[in-house]
C-alpha cells in the first residue's frame, strides 16, 4: 500500500507591533519565524518528506505502538509550506483512521482533510477544529484515548 498526506501549515505571527520577547526567538531566526517539530504517527514507513519541494531528513521512534517521524523546519512570519510526505506498508484490515493531536495553543488549530482512496475514492472529509486529541474516519469524529498501561 502507498499513501500521501500533504500538510499545509501557516504562521500569522506578525513581524513587527509586539516586543521582542514575544514575536522574537532565541536561535537568531527572523522576527515572527516559527520554527516547527512536527511528530507524524504511523504504521506505515515514510518513504520521502519535502517542504516546499525541498527534501526534509526524518528522525524516526517508536511510541504509542506507531512509528513517530520527527520533522524540524522553519515557516517565516506571514508565510505558508506545504509538506508532502509518502509512505508505503501495510495497515491491515478495518476502517481507516486518522488520529489528531492538536497544540495547546490559544487558538484552536483550523484543520481540512480529505481522506482519499489510491483510486479516488472519497473515505472521509473534516473541515473545522478540533480541540481536544481526536479520531477522524468514516465513522465521524470520535474522542481518541489511550488504555491505561498493564
Not at 16 to 22: D, F, L, W
Not at 30 to 40: A, E, F, H, K
Not at 93 to 110: F, H, M, T
Request: hydrophobic content about 40%.
Amino acid at each position: 500500500m502507498s499513501a500521501s498526506l500533504t500538510v499545509t501549515l501557516a504562521n500569522n505571527a506578525p513581524m513587527s507591533g509586539y516586543a521582542e520577547y514575544v514575536i522574537g526567538n532565541i536561535v537568531d531566526l527572523p522576527v515572527g519565524t516559527n520554527r516547527t517539530l512536527l511528530d507524524i504517527y504511523t504504521k506505515l514507513s515514510v518513504v520521502s518528506a519535502q517542504l516546499d519541494g525541498r527534501e526534509l531528513t526524518t528522525l524516526t521512534t517508536p511510541e504509542l505502538g506507531y512509528d513517530a517521524y520527527r520533522l524540524l523546519f522553519e515557516i517565516p512570519a506571514g508565510e505558508t509550506v506545504v509538506l508532502d510526505v509518502q509512505l508505503s506498508g501495510n495497515v491491515g484490515p478495518g476502517e481507516y483512521s486518522l488520529a489528531y493531536r492538536p497544540q495547546a495553543l490559544p487558538n484552536p488549530d483550523e484543520l481540512s482533510v480529505t481522506a482519499t482512496t489510491t483510486s479516488g475514492d472519497e473515505i472521509f472529509t473534516f473541515d473545522g477544529t478540533l480541540e481536544r486529541r481526536s479520531v477522524l474516519s468514516a465513522s465521524g469524529v470520535a474522542a481518541w484515548w489511550q488504555p491505561a498501561a498493564p
